[in-house]
Each structure stands twice: as C-alpha cells, then as structure tokens.
C-alpha cells in the first residue's frame, strides 16, 4: 500500500519546518497565473491599516494575521482550518487516542454547532447528548456568530469543569439544557464480544493510528472463544466520525482479498493515491454486516464504500453522512500547522460520496426495541379470582417463566439495527457452502 510521506493524510473527524509558499494566482479558468492579485492586496493592506489606527481597541498585528488566515482557510470548506499551538498539539494527539474535551465531534450547520456523534464512554455521550443535535449556546453564550474554532476552544477546558450545552433537538419541543463535565479523553476505538455461539460483534468508535491492531487482536480473540472459526462478524461503524485514512484502509484491507480499496485525487502529487487489499482475510469468508447510520462519516465511509463495491458485507442502516475528502496536515513552523483539503476519495467503482453518502444495501429506521412488561405486572389467567383449575396441573410452579436465564443477545434484543443485523448474519451463514447456524 502506498503512503505519503510528505504529510500526515487525515479524513478530518470534523472534530477537534520550512515556511509555506504561496501558490501562483489562478485565473477565471482555474488555470495557473503568473502573478499575484495586486489589487486585492492592496486592499487587505489598506484593512488591515485602518484596523490598526481606527478599531475601538489596539490589536496585536500578529493576531490580526492570524484571524486573516484563519478566514482565508475556513472560507474555502468546512475542514480545512489553521492549526495554532494548542490545536496542533491536540490533532496530533487525538489521532494517538487521547485529547481533552467534552468526547464530541462536531461541524457547523446554518450557525451553529453540530453534533456528528458524541463518542464512545466519554462525557458527553453519558451526559445524553446524542448525533444530530444542534448547541445553540455554550453556558448561556449564543453560538450564532462563533467560528466552528471558536465554539471548540469554549468548550474545552480543565478537566473536572462543567458547561452547559443548551442543546435544539429533533423531536423535542423546547430546547435542552444538558451540563456536561469536562475530562480528559481517553478513546477505546475497538470493543469486541461475541452475540451468540459463533457470531462475533466488532465495534470500531474511531480510527486512530491503532486501531486495525486492536481490532485485529479483537476478532483474534473472537475466534479463539469461538473455537477456531466465526461463523460471522457484525462490524458497527454506527457514529464513527472517521480519523486516520490509513487505519480505514488497513481495516478494509483485513477483510479483501485483492482490488483497490481507495483511491485519492487532488492536484497535487501526493494527493494522487491508490490503495490496494493484500491476498488474506482475517475471517476466511465468513458473512460480514457492517451497520452505519447518519453519524458515519469520512474513514467510516471508505470502509463500508470498499466492502460494498466488494461485495465483501452487507451495508444495514441508514445513510452515511457523506464526508468524501481528504485533509492533510501541513506543518507551517514546529508550533503550527494548516489542515488543508487536498483530495477527493473514491470507492472502488469510482463513486465519490462526497456530500452523498454511502446507501446502505439493506435500509432501516432509526428505531429502538423496548421490552414489553415485566411478566410480573402481567396479568394471568392464573390470577382470575375462581379461575378453573388445569385437570393435568401436576404441581408445577406456574410462575416457571420467571426463572428463564437472561437472554445472552439483551443488547441485540433492545438495539433494533444490531438484531437484524446477527439475524441476517445467520441467515447468510447458513447459505455460505459447508455453512451452518
């Protein structure tokens, strides 16, 4: 597999040297000039001198360049952005595994911020904030008018402080009010345990620069407690925001056989990538369901795009969030650093999904089983006052039902997605030549 190596490639989770030199101007055809816009610089000149003598307050000059750059970089799309010394530090160690923070990845949308997905065992998800909500206001300060940087920064701090989110939800009357505690974030991308004898559960939570190794060592561990051989796999991309490209394409890349797995394509040289699957597969064949919905996005994507158009797994759930570029981290200095769209990726069969999204195979609702009564609160015949008595009753405890063992699926049994998906799995296993559930 190729690999650049002039700069970190990193499907952005739209979350949280040698000195750059500027492109040649483009002209009205998008082709390369010769010169540099002299007009608009001139302009600029002239703003930035009038900033310096006339705002109501003196500014620092080196501030003013940095809000300059950071409006020129968020001008043009959504992830790309100007790195400063805080947030450098942060990227480089989120993609590691570890960042502070509210556990959150998050966009902008019509002005405000929000919610891609909460991530796993982190603050905000116990607290309940859930994918799709819109933060209106951060500890009772409108986010209408905050950059996406800015609305971040707010919402990091000391670990062990709260902020409340005044949250605007699908399906709610009134807006929510939900306080958080803040922490540092330490992520698990993988969590693996089997569903049933033979049928293992594989949830990936991110992509960060370990996690094919832990997942890796997750099915490992699956087929060990399942004697050898999985019959099939449930892998659940459901609210992963993506992460790494390398780490999508190495998780791909365990369960193909051959082909491409991605391809990259941007102007610049190193933004023209193809990556290719190695002749193994970690489940020999075995049926593979990969659930998603509309909180996975970027790498989560690449992956379900690439086993799709493989026919390797079945795609269950809802649309994807439709994230199809590339970022690459360029350092400017030791401190700071430009994250900077430079490609597009496709699938296989050459789809770009960039604000499309990945249609699963099989659609479903966004649904969520609940437990009927308990069966102590259901009324019997049994409890009828003068119920006739059963002639061939030979003393057994008509309350037996109650002493049934937990079911081992009660995750499946309440998690709609997941029970279709191990249902469908063992169908498919049965199917499978030499297969049996």
Known sequence: ?????????????????????????????????????????????EVFGRIKQDYVEPVDDRKLLNYAIEGMLSGLDPHSA??????YREIRVGTSGEFGGLGIEVGMENGFVKVISPIDDTPAQRAGVRSGDLIIRLDGQPVKGMTLDEAVKQMRGKPGTEIRLTIVREGSDKPLEIVVVRDVIKTV???QRMLEPGFGYVRVSQFQARTPEDMLKGIGKLRRDAGGTLKGLVLDLRNNPGGVLNAAVAISDAFLTSGTIVYTEGRIGDSQLKFKAAPDDVLEGAPIVVLVNGGSASASEIVAGALQDHKRAVIMGQQTFGKGSVQTIVPVNERTAVKLTTARYFTPNGRSIQAEGIVPDIKLGNVRLTKGEEASTQLKESDLAGHLVNPEDNGSDVESDKARTPDSREEADTDYALSEALNLLKGLAILRPGGSA
Request: proline share 4%; glycine share 12%.
């Open 82 to 87: 100007y790195l400063d010394e805080d947030d």
């Open 189 to 191: 991308s993988v969590k």
């Open 1 to 45: 597999m190729k690999q650049s190596l002039a700069a970190v490639l990193f499907v952005a989770s739209l979350g949280f040297g040698a000195g750059m030199v500027p492109a040649a101007e483009s002209n009205e055809d998008g082709e390369a000039g010769s010169g540099l816009p002299l007009d608009e610089l001139r302009v600029f000149a």
